[in-house]
């Protein structure tokens, strides 16, 4: 009896522990992507779990149909990171853009060391880590854990081309939008670059683990880019 009761308490324990890391579980998302109010192709978002014991956090845009015969642009992102006693660490950030002004952006981290090397337009460059510091694409997953954990106040330290950034995204209230699976409420967030110059909003909803199910992106010439959630799995 003696050890029933130990073992029901050391479960009890794990569950409780388990519900407080709020880390979102694997998935795999779809989206609609538009540009300048146009649909022009559609993006797929996934967070996966290697048997190796890192994570994968992935997106690939691309166009498709008839503009796809004009334009056929691909981005892929990739974060692969580990998680330690609640402590998410990046190891490596990929970033290429094709079809149109082509980029590659890699970062590998090296936490040993304490920096990252940031190899961007063909320039390498070394970066300086403090604990805490993210990848421009792995924060994103990292919002979604902080605001299932109930958090409202957001600021990420971010390696990005040889620098480090300050991302705060600023919370602007509450809205229900349209998406692919009908209509969502979602509490949204905007990012601004340093210069004011460029926006991200994020519509993130409550019920799907605050999975940011609209994206939109305004350039400092006014064009808008969107993302807007079709499907989803695992949430």
């Not at 109930?150 to 919370?171: E, M, N």
Request: hydrophobic fraction near 35%; aromatic fraction near 12%; proline fraction near 4%.
């Amino acid at each position: 009896m003696r050890y029933y009761f130990i073992g029901l308490v050391l479960l009890l324990c794990n569950n409780t522990l388990y519900a407080q890391d709020f880390f979102p579980p694997p998935f795999s998302a779809t989206y609609k992507f538009y540009a300048k109010g146009l649909p022009v192709g559609q993006a797929t978002r996934t967070l996966s779990h290697r048997k190796d014991g890192k994570w994968v956090f992935k997106t690939v845009a691309k166009t498709t149909g008839f503009i796809a015969f004009f334009k056929k642009i691909r981005i892929e992102e990739r974060s692969i990171f580990t998680r330690e006693n609640g402590k998410i660490r990046p190891l490596e950030y990929f970033y290429q853009q094709k079809g149109i002004k082509p980029r590659i952006n890699r970062l590998s981290f090296d936490w040993t060391r304490k920096q990252a090397r940031n190899v961007f337009n063909k320039q390498t460059k070394i970066i300086a880590l403090k604990r805490g510091t993210l990848d421009r694409l792995l924060y994103q997953v990292v919002l979604m854990q902080e605001l299932q954990q109930g958090k409202r106040q957001l600021s990420y330290r971010v390696a990005d081309k040889g620098k480090i950034k300050i991302y705060v995204p600023s919370l602007k209230g509450n809205e229900r939008i349209e998406t692919g699976i009908g209509e969502l409420n979602t509490i949204k967030y905007e990012r601004r670059s340093s210069n004011s110059k460029r926006r991200t909003i994020f519509w993130c909803a409550p019920a799907l683990h605050y999975l940011p199910v609209q994206v939109e992106h305004i350039e400092k010439n006014g064009d808008v880019f969107r993302m807007v959630l079709q499907s989803v799995k695992g949430l």
